[in-house]
């Protein structure tokens, strides 16, 4: 939204100028999918669709946002942060894990607005909380550290909201830097801004199925994880190599069928992710593009994590002639699939694979080229 229209609905609204604009995006991840809560490597790009806010500090410590794509507003005061069951509880979940952690925080009269969809594995939920964590930053006056706002996000999202994620979508939208993804260490949160390979487009193809039930298939593949990790002896996935899984795997095993299928996909997921890095340093656009697609195939035959939508989704973009691969993109089960394809042909892809795509699931995607955008920021103030 522009950033004048945004000022103007927040003036009609309180009857006075904001002071400050701030913006949180979503995210696409290109690869590295299950294995952020594994200690692992993930390669997600913020995208050019995000949350704004548009505010004013207040002084009595309340927190008063209007939504305006929900036409409803809500309030809460600093000092007295109770639970409730609504779109609140993100910005509540924030100003708690804040002045946990001891920071002083202002209050705001704020008019919200976005464009991530929601439950398309975009990340719509990470947008507000760091758009939000942006807000109380630049009206209590506090320095903006990426990695720790992102963590206080997560803690929020875990801790306040019940969501048992990891620290991808957090890290994601607040620390990526336009046209760049993000190569992000889960364990340490080092992070390596890469550059995307020259002559290629991400495109996004919604599959317009939304996922049902994921929070209990997310937290069993998490547990699943927990018990593989357990049996190889180590703290997390991320400590055994693809050869170790391998020779275990030979030997009489004792791990579950289940638990090692989970555990092959993330130890075959993070090698994968260090060599989607190497291959983007090499514009290596041909093998990234195989990557991707040995990762959907992964997260569909030993994760188990896609539905039918999502893999004719991916069927449909790999038969262009354009596409370099394609993939799932989020936890799955719906939501959005993710298409590296030839930026000078990316518009006809979109045509293809919405038509082809039409005819194969009966449904009506929503594809998108999308760009590489800037983790949260302040637009005005
Ligand atoms: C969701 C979670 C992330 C990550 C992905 C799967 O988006 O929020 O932390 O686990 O699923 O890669």
Redesign the pocket.
């Known amino acids: 939204m522009e950033t004048t229209t945004l000022a103007q609905q927040f003036n009609s609204y309180f009857n006075a100028k904001p002071d400050f604009i701030v913006r949180a995006p979503g995210r696409v ?1 290109l690869i ?6 594994n200690d692992g490597f ?1 390669l997600p790009m913020a995208i050019d669709r995000a949350v704004w806010i548009a505010l004013k500090p207040r002084t009595d410590g309340k927190v008063r946002i209007f939504s305006l794509d929900l036409e409803a507003e809500s309030a809460f005061e600093l000092a007295s942060l109770t639970r409730g069951d609504t779109w609140i509880e993100y910005p509540k979940g924030i100003a708690s894990a804040l002045q946990n952690a001891g920071y002083k925080l202002n209050g705001f009269d704020a008019v919200m607005t976005g464009d991530v969809p929601r439950g398309a ?1 975009l ?1 719509s939920s ?1 947008a507000v909380e760091l758009a939000v964590a942006r807000a109380f930053s630049v009206v209590s006056g506090f320095e903006w550290d990426a990695s720790v706002m992102a963590k206080f996000a ?1 803690k929020a ?1 875990n801790e306040w909201v019940g ?1 048992n ?6 890290m994601a939208s607040a620390a990526c830097k336009e046209g760049y993804a993000l190569f992000l260490d889960c364990r340490s949160l080092e992070i390596q801004h890469a550059p995307l390979p020259q002559g290629t487009s991400v495109v996004i193809l919604d599959t317009s199925t939304r996922r049902g039930l994921v929070d209990s298939a ?1 937290n069993e593949r998490r547990s699943q994880c927990e018990e593989a990790a357990q049996w190889f002896g180590v703290k997390a996935l991320r400590d055994v190599s693809v050869d170790e899984f391998q020779r275990k795997m030979k030997e009489d095993s004792g791990l579950s069928e289940i638990a090692a299928k989970r555990a092959k996909h993330v130890i075959t997921e993070n090698a994968r992710v260090l060599e989607a890095i190497r291959a983007m340093k090499n514009s290596d656009v041909k093998r990234l593009g195989e990557l991707f697609n040995a990762s959907h195939n992964s997260l569909r035959d030993d994760f188990e994590v896609t539905n039918d939508a999502l893999n004719i989704m991916v069927e449909c973009a790999r038969e262009q002639e354009s596409c370099y691969g394609a993939r799932m993109t ?3 089960f719906g939501g959005c699939a993710v298409a590296l394809v030839d930026e000078e042909k990316a518009e006809a892809f979109v045509q293809a694979v919405s038509a082809a795509y039409r005819q194969r699931s009966g449904c009506e995607a929503s594809i998108y080229v999308c760009k590489a955008s800037e983790g949260a920021n302040i637009l005005k103030g």
Not at 32 to 37: C, L, N, R, S, V
Not at 165 to 170: E, L, P, R, S
């Open positions: 991840n590295g999918e299950h294995t952020d809560y993930v594995g990340s990470a997560q999202e969501v994620c990891g620290i991808m979508d957090q997310y989020g936890a799955g």
